[in-house]
């Protein structure tokens, strides 16, 4: 074979975002397990809290539903990022990988945009399962302004997702933090029930997650009469933003530091 | 032109925590102080038994461990501060099973580590083929890795490897697990490699393995090398060319320093097989007769004494059990 040193390549980041996403969809359809915690579990969820909230009103089930379509979110966009470095480590591939010129980063995003479709998917389904097995559309006020909002939220989470992912680069025990900590996530973010039901000193920490902002928002706009965080919609959607961006701005230091802490202690491979 | 590879003085201390508690702390000195120069264009061989550090010392010369203390150069690139200009010269093949995302295909583990390399879009294809072709998978290309076995996931490594045409692949127990026929089907693909122009660095338990294949050798042991000379250096390095070997049922601790004190006699190993013992003695001249042997043996009618060229196998079983 003809092997001639050496061509110089040029690293593209776009390409190499575009690759993961491939191979994200690829190892999804070879292995759709995670159908089930993504979109079963949720639709489930979804009509459970269906019956539940009948009684209370359209707007108390329009809650419950995102609720479970978060649910549904939550699980392939922030859970799935981080997982899949895990998963990386464990197949003994993140070392080839950060062996290539691409920052690791570039895959991570591939990854997480892949998981954000998946997780708009996912949380259609439920409110798609929920309007067809009620044989009614849900109230929604404002479909644009809410599809809008919605969109935020998963980047929201998908900010959250990346950054989470570079635990998973930095130590092989990533895994039991994101347990110990998904619940603490889960209920201090809002996904079930409000930020303000939880106890006042909660609420700075829950403020530091993206996600918190989001869907306070979320639920503004969806729900007439909703009591959400003092501040209301506008400084909601606003923190979101401004949180999600520091999110995405300090991923790239992030995964620069990680990277090279990673080096320096050897910790790459699971053997 | 640069060397391949140069390192000073190369140190590196792994902290690991032990204890039910993980509030143990061990210090772990993998390597301790490598000197090491490979020329462009050979095949350097790391030989060393489990543990020795070879695995370390290639990670750290293909820039996914840093040194503790101490430099390396690859390809005229410091490891620590010129990882990004550097990654996109060298390969890596590490050994095992592991390193290959096993749901999707050969192809398709190739075409995203090619996404990753950045070789072009229009060569991409060729180049896949080409190396699927080269290592013998064309036909497995589009099944999935899971059912691949040892043999071919270890191929399809080495193919991983070059497909971003680097000019010096390093190749960490290319061998290990497969069997006599893969193993020497491998050992082709690096010759071929090395006759265009690549440079190889390559890590072994086997030293027929770098007697086959290498110019230059280094024995690596508790993190240190003990030897680094030419095939033919290393031949000289312990003892003459002749290898006797004396059996007997057991020796006195007398009788095995008498036949170390003979003339021309510069290493004794002993191993026990059952009741037998055995004595493998490097001898250096050609004076030394069997019948001097037998002479200090006294009292063993049941001794047997054999006679074979020293192989670079025994001289470095030597070198690694002098360091023990
Ligand atoms: N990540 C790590 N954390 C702690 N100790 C480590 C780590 N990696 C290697 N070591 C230790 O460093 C030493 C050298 O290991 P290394 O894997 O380099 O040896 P090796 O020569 O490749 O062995 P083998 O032939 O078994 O592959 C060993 O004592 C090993 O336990
Ligand atoms: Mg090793």
Redesign the interface.
């Known amino acids: 074979m003809r092997h001639a040193p050496h061509a110089a390549y040029s690293i593209s980041r776009s390409r190499a975002l575009l690759a993961s996403l491939r191979l994200a969809v690829l190892s999804f359809l070879a292995d759709p397990q995670w159908l089930v915690p993504s979109m079963i579990a949720p639709v489930i969820f979804g009509l459970v809290a269906y019956e539940l909230f009948l009684g209370s009103g359209p707007w108390f089930v329009i809650y419950a539903i995102l609720g479970a379509g978060m649910m549904s979110m939550w699980g392939q966009t922030l859970y799935g990022s981080g997982w899949a470095t895990g998963q990386d480590r464990e197949l003994g591939t993140l070392e080839p990988t950060l062996s290539a010129p691409t920052p690791y980063l570039y895959v991570v995003f591939g990854r997480v945009a892949w998981n954000t479709v998946s997780g708009l998917l996912g949380g259609a389904i439920v409110f798609v399962v929920v309007a067809v097995t009620y044989g009614h559309p849900l109230p929604i006020v404002d479909p644009v302004a809410f599809a809008l909002l919605f969109a935020v939220v998963i980047v929201s989470l998908a900010s959250v997702g990346i950054v989470l992912s570079a635990a998973f680069v930095y130590t092989r025990y990533a895994g039991f933090i994101q347990n110990v900590g998904e619940f603490a996530f889960y209920v201090g973010t809002g996904c079930m029930f409000p930020v303000v039901l939880l106890p006042f000193w909660t609420t700075p920490f829950a403020l530091i997650f993206p996600p918190t902002w989001a869907l306070d928002a979320l639920r503004y706009q969806a729900i007439p009469g909703y009591h959400g965080l003092p501040w209301g919609f506008a400084w909601d959607l606003l923190g979101a933003v401004v949180t999600t961006s520091a999110y995405l701005g300090a991923a790239g230091a992030v995964f620069r530091r990680v990277e090279h802490r990673v080096l320096e202690i050897g910790d790459l491979s699971d053997y | 032109m640069t060397d391949a590879i140069e390192t000073h003085d190369l140190w ?1 201390t ?2 690991s925590r032990k204890g039910f508690f993980f509030n143990e702390l061990v210090h772990t000195e993998a390597l301790r102080g490598i000197d090491l120069q490979v020329d462009r264009g050979e095949i350097f061989g790391l030989l060393g038994p489990n543990g020795a550090g070879k695995t ?1 010392l290639t ?1 750290i010369l ?5 040194p503790t203390r101490g430099s390396a150069r690859v390809l005229g690139l410091d490891v620590a501060t010129q990882a ?1 200009a550097l ?3 060298i390969g ?1 093949v ?1 050994g ?1 099973e ?7 295909s050969a192809r ?1 583990n190739l ?3 090619a ?7 229009e060569r991409r294809d060729r180049r896949i083929r ?2 699927l ?2 290592v013998g998978l064309t036909d497995a290309g589009d099944r ?1 890795v899971e059912e691949f076995s040892r043999g071919m996931k270890q191929k399809l490594h080495l193919a ?1 490897g ?1 497909l ?4 010096l692949l390093f190749l960490d127990e290319p061998t290990i697990g497969l069997d006599p026929k893969s193993a020497r089907e491998t050992r082709k693909l690096i010759r ?2 090395v006759a ?3 440079t190889i660095f390559l890590t072994t338990h086997y030293m027929f393995e770098a007697e086959e294949l290498c110019q230059r050798i280094a024995v690596l042991t508790r993190g240190r090398i003990v030897a680094r000379d030419t095939v033919a250096g290393l031949s000289r390095l312990v003892g003459g060319d002749r290898t006797i070997e004396v059996e007997g049922y057991g020796f006195e601790d007398a009788e095995v320093g008498a036949v170390k004190r003979l003339p021309g006699v510069s290493h004794v190993v002993s191993e026990e097989f059952g009741p037998r013992l055995r004595l493998t003695l490097r001898v250096r001249t050609p004076e030394l007769t069997w019948e001097t042997v037998k002479a200090t043996l006294p009292g063993h009618p049941e001794l047997a004494l054999r006679e074979r060229r020293t192989s670079l196998e025994d001289i470095y079983l030597d070198l690694v059990e002098e360091e023990a």
């Not at chain 2, 592991?98 to 999707?104: D, E, F, P, Q, T």
């Not at chain 2, 971003?164 to 000019?167: G, L």
């Open positions: 590196r792994f902290e370390t990670k293909s820039t996914l461990l840093l990004h990654r996109p010269r890596l590490l095992g592991r390193g290959l995302y096993n749901r999707i398709e075409r995203y580590f996404d990753l390399f950045g070789i072009p879009v080409e190396v072709d080269w999935r991983r070059i971003h045409e680097p000019e071929g490699l265009n122009g690549v």
